[in-house]
């Protein structure tokens, strides 16, 4: 059933002229894959009445069901659907129509039922997608390959403008109310290769610092650190969040709040604990937010155990998860660089205070969660740093013989600019827990489960400046159960 580029050579995407004409611009998503659910999402060109339907095969001739649905201008003329009572580990294929006009036809894939155990899971993970820096061509690779969901990792639009040698530009200014946002999430969704890799596969998301605003904590950010003037804008951020993806009509945004962190479970191979770090997380340590710079260096509080990334309940409901954890993978899906990294050049020690780094009390607690689970074998899948990282997550990092309790994977960049290689190759340097750190390309990863390894490629683009560029695999890692630890593949 699995086949690739089903869509593709179709013409099922239409010019750019006709997709112009369409009653749904942006194109069609599914996301939230369980065993017997899948969240359909569409937009709609204007507020009104609609149907969908899902049907067992691509030509939708085997129709399951139709409904209706209604785009309010409420939630900017998006549609969720919830489907309910569908068989587990299957592709389906979907559409919307209105006024007799049909969207193109969507794949998406439920997650294999609890009690099967599946012999390979195949997941992408990616981040990080600016829209100026480069075009979409990774998007495009991804959804030709066979994957049974995409992880996305957070940095889905750039809130403002940035970068060098853009190769394309914003259609606005830095965005912060609702309007602003919905408009930056319809710029990026115009793009069709990022249209096709929603197409191709079931989306499971979560979000980092640029939806809203870059390094914002919790409820202050660097350009507004009064609380209440902030919770409005990042209430307008997490609405335009909540519209634009294929998230469940229960995940709905309350006010400033939006519960993105959630557990997806495949079979008895893998249990995927999304994660969230910026909604509920201290302000950075040492007012680093505050115009004094991000490195932290002889910054005691920085070690403050009262200091929090997941926020107390998220932290709770993650301990309690890796407790009751039974699938043979556990995969942690969430934002920023896990492994600590000392930047400091010769004997000084510096951190970076936005990612785990600003958190190391927090970050052991979680490692102590996942170490004291029942299930052995965890990765750690993050974005953010815009490079492809391996890294072994020890519970002392300060101590070579501390047992290693993960394994962390970052898989580069869609198209946002990172690091140069040489900085990269400092901190690999000084820091030996990191297998790999490698900058100045673009792409994504790739993992694939079975019961005794996790093999994991980094995915990289020819050229982001060219939206024609071609795919090869940049490096290759193989976790081995019972043996955390990246090694080469
Ligand atoms: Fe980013
Ligand atoms: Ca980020």
Same mark, same amino acid.
């Given at each position: 059933?699995?086949?690739?580029?089903?869509?593709?050579?179709?013409?099922?995407?239409?010019?750019?002229?006709?997709? /112009?004409?369409?009653?749904?611009?942006?194109?069609?998503?599914?996301?939230?894959?369980?065993?017997?659910?899948?969240?359909?999402?569409?937009?709609?060109?204007?507020?009104?009445?609609?149907?969908? #339907?899902?049907?067992?095969?691509?030509?939708?001739?085997?129709?399951?069901?139709?409904?209706?649905?209604?785009?309010?201008?409420?939630?900017?003329?998006?549609?969720?659907? =919830?489907?309910?009572?569908?068989?587990?580990?299957?592709?389906?294929?979907?559409?919307?129509?209105?006024?007799? &006009?049909?969207?193109?036809?969507?794949?998406?894939?439920?997650?294999?039922?609890?009690?099967?155990?599946?012999?390979?899971?195949?997941?992408?993970?990616? #981040?990080?997608? &600016?829209?100026?820096?480069?075009?979409?061509?990774?998007?495009?690779?991804?959804?030709?390959?066979?994957?049974?969901?995409?992880?996305?990792?957070? =940095?889905?639009?750039?809130?403002? #403008?940035?970068?060098?040698?853009?190769?394309?530009?914003? =259609?606005?200014?830095?965005?912060?109310?609702?309007?602003?946002?919905?408009?930056?999430?319809?710029?990026?969704?115009? =793009?069709?290769?990022?249209?096709?890799?929603?197409?191709?596969?079931?989306?499971?998301?979560?979000?980092?610092?640029?939806?809203?605003?870059?390094?914002?904590?919790?409820?202050?950010? /660097?350009?507004?650190?009064?609380?209440?003037?902030?919770?409005? /804008?990042?209430?307008?951020?997490? /609405?335009?969040?909540?519209?634009?993806?294929?998230?469940?009509?229960?995940?709905?945004?309350?006010?400033?709040?939006?519960?993105?962190?959630?557990?997806?479970?495949?079979?008895?191979?893998?249990?995927?604990?999304?994660?969230?770090?910026?909604?509920?997380?201290?302000?950075?340590?040492?007012?680093?937010?505050?115009?004094?710079?991000?490195?932290?260096?002889?910054?005691?509080?920085?070690?403050?155990?009262?200091?929090?990334?997941?926020?107390?309940?998220?932290?709770?409901?993650?301990?309690?998860?890796?407790?009751?954890?039974?699938?043979?993978?556990?995969?942690?899906?969430?934002?920023?660089?896990?492994?600590?990294?000392?930047?400091?050049?010769?004997?000084?020690?510096?951190?970076?205070?936005?990612?785990?780094?600003?958190?190391?009390?927090?970050?052991?607690?979680?490692?102590?969660?996942?170490?004291?689970?029942?299930?052995?074998?965890?990765?750690?899948?993050?974005?953010?740093?815009?490079?492809?990282?391996?890294?072994?997550?020890?519970?002392?990092?300060?101590?070579?013989?501390?047992?290693?309790?993960?394994?962390?994977?970052?898989?580069?960049?869609?198209?946002?600019?990172?690091?140069?290689?040489?900085?990269? #190759?400092?901190?690999?340097?000084?820091?030996?827990?990191?297998?790999?750190?490698?900058?100045?390309?673009?792409?994504?990863?790739?993992?694939?489960?079975?019961?005794?390894?996790?093999?994991?490629?980094?995915?990289?683009?020819?050229?982001?400046?060219?939206?024609?560029?071609?795919?090869?695999?940049?490096?290759?890692?193989?976790?081995?159960?019972?043996?955390?630890?990246?090694?080469?593949?």
């Amino acid at each position: 059933m699995r086949r690739r580029s089903f869509l593709f050579g179709l013409g099922a995407f239409a010019s750019p002229a006709l997709a /112009q004409a369409s009653p749904f611009p942006l194109g069609v998503a599914s996301g939230c894959p369980r065993p017997t659910s899948v969240v359909l999402w569409t937009r709609a060109a204007m507020p009104g009445p609609m149907t969908w #339907s899902i049907a067992e095969d691509e030509a939708m001739r085997r129709n399951l069901r139709n409904g209706s649905a209604v785009a309010e201008a409420r939630w900017g003329n998006t549609v969720h659907v =919830d489907i309910e009572g569908l068989k587990p580990g299957r592709p389906y294929w979907y559409r919307f129509t209105s006024n007799g &006009q049909a969207s193109e036809v969507g794949r998406t894939r439920t997650a294999p039922d609890f009690a099967t155990n599946p012999e390979t899971l195949r997941f992408a993970f990616a #981040s990080c997608a &600016q829209y100026e820096h480069g075009y979409y061509a990774a998007y495009r690779h991804m959804a030709n390959e066979q994957l049974d969901a995409v992880l996305f990792l957070g =940095d889905y639009i750039y809130e403002a #403008s940035w970068g060098r040698n853009l190769v394309r530009r914003h =259609d606005g200014g830095r965005a912060t109310m609702l309007d602003e946002y919905r408009a930056r999430y319809a710029l990026y969704k115009s =793009d069709l290769d990022l249209q096709r890799a929603h197409a191709a596969h079931p989306w499971i998301v979560t979000w980092d610092d640029h939806e809203v605003t870059g390094d914002y904590t919790n409820d202050i950010d /660097q350009y507004d650190p009064d609380p209440a003037h902030f919770l409005v /804008q990042r209430a307008a951020a997490y /609405q335009a969040f909540w519209e634009a993806m294929p998230l469940s009509n229960t995940m709905r945004p309350q006010g400033p709040s939006l519960r993105l962190y959630n557990r997806y479970r495949f079979g008895d191979l893998a249990e995927v604990s999304v994660l969230d770090d910026r909604q509920y997380r201290s302000h950075h340590a040492c007012r680093a937010t505050l115009g004094r710079g991000k490195p932290l260096e002889n910054c005691d509080e920085r070690r403050d155990p009262g200091r929090t990334m997941l926020g107390r309940e998220q932290e709770a409901w993650f301990a309690d998860g890796m407790r009751g954890a039974s699938a043979r993978w556990n995969v942690l899906a969430q934002q920023t660089l896990m492994a600590e990294v000392d930047r400091g050049p010769g004997e000084r020690h510096v951190y970076w205070a936005d990612g785990w780094d600003g958190y190391p009390v927090a970050r052991q607690r979680l490692l102590d969660a996942v170490a004291a689970s029942p299930v052995k074998d965890t990765l750690v899948l993050g974005g953010d740093v815009h490079a492809f990282w391996a890294a072994d997550l020890a519970r002392d990092f300060a101590s070579a013989k501390a047992p290693v309790v993960a394994t962390e994977f970052i898989g580069g960049s869609i198209t946002s600019q990172g690091p140069p290689q040489e900085r990269l #190759s400092r901190y690999a340097a000084k820091n030996p827990h990191i297998r790999a750190a490698l900058g100045e390309v673009n792409g994504y990863g790739v993992v694939v489960l079975d019961a005794k390894k996790a093999a994991v490629s980094f995915r990289r683009l020819s050229d982001v400046r060219d939206p024609a560029a071609s795919l090869s695999t940049l490096r290759r890692f193989v976790v081995e159960r019972g043996r955390p630890g990246a090694t080469p593949g």
